[in-house]
């Protein structure tokens, strides 16, 4: 079965955006843990909780993906930023405990000019603080589109980070196609060998989730724009192939394309039909 969902508004709570993911064909979600620019978590409703958990056992839903403040930078050259990165993480993982099978994602950070192995060597450092054996979540590194000095460019820095990290059974990857393409991997022309390099790289039993996008920009810009699906330099076809690896079977799909609800929908409608058509054929 697809699992495909897209980010939707946390504003009104869990079990609302389950519904909202439900009216649109969707059977999984992401949300921002809180503000995107950082600020604080809303306060927990144990109702919304539980009806949400319901919803999702009624529906089949999930597993759903909780993304932390973009702002969020635990390898900032500031110690109060970090702190405050290292804080934000430890607060989102002790409120998903209450959502088992949840994933956390979030982008390992920026390095601001103190290069890409220290900015390894503090994200290391902060999930070493926060991520513990007893710990349900799994963390999810995303990787990036090397933006500025944004860290995990390539699967050899996401590596990196997962070779320092001590409770590594708590970590996987969320790859974003769009990131990906515009760090210059051919998502486009060689989908297999963008999976096979990130199975040399990384280990294919860490790709947990994809953010799945098309890009405003072409390959290898460093840029980050998504783009609609089908309507950017990755095009609907190469990102259906993609989707239709072995290897993506059953993870969350999520779209972060600009687009609305509505929008969404039809997106998702649009991906669902392709995919159970080329399912028949084989
Ligand atoms: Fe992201
Ligand atoms: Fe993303
Ligand atoms: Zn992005």
């Not at 009806?51 to 702002?71: N, Q, S």
Request: charged content about 30%.
């Amino acid at each position: 079965m697809l699992k495909i969902g897209c980010h939707l508004s946390a504003a009104k709570g869990y079990w609302a955006m389950g519904r909202d993911a439900l009216s649109i064909g969707a059977n999984t979600f992401q949300f921002f843990t809180r503000n995107p620019r950082g600020g604080k978590a809303r306060a927990i409703d144990p109702e919304d909780e539980r009806k949400f958990l319901t919803l999702m056992r009624e529906h089949e839903m999930g597993p759903v993906v909780a993304h932390a403040p973009y702002t969020m930078n635990v390898c900032s050259a500031s110690e109060k930023t970090r702190e405050f990165g290292c804080s934000v993480l430890a607060d989102d993982l002790s409120r998903l405990e209450r959502l088992p099978g949840t994933y956390y994602n979030f982008h390992p950070g920026s390095h601001v000019g103190q290069g890409v192995e220290e900015g390894v060597r503090m994200i290391a450092d902060a999930l070493n603080r926060v991520l513990t054996p007893d710990l349900q979540t799994v963390v999810l590194l995303e990787t990036m589109a090397g933006k500025g000095t944004e860290v995990g460019r390539s699967f050899e820095e996401i590596r990196e980070i997962l070779d320092r990290v001590q409770c590594t059974e708590k970590l996987g990857v969320c790859l974003d196609t769009c990131h990906v393409f515009d760090a210059g991997y051919p998502i486009d022309s060689d989908p297999d060998g963008v999976l096979e390099e990130f199975d040399r790289v990384i280990g294919l039993k860490r790709l947990r989730a994809v953010h799945l996008n098309d890009s405003k920009n072409s390959r290898g810009s460093r840029k980050d724009r998504h783009e609609l699906i089908g309507e950017g330099n990755i095009g609907f076809e190469a990102l259906l192939r993609f989707i239709r690896r072995p290897a993506l079977r059953n993870l969350p799909l999520i779209l972060e394309t600009p687009n609305d609800l509505a929008g969404h929908g039809q997106e998702i409608k649009k991906i669902s039909e392709f995919w159970r058509k080329s399912e028949d054929n084989g």
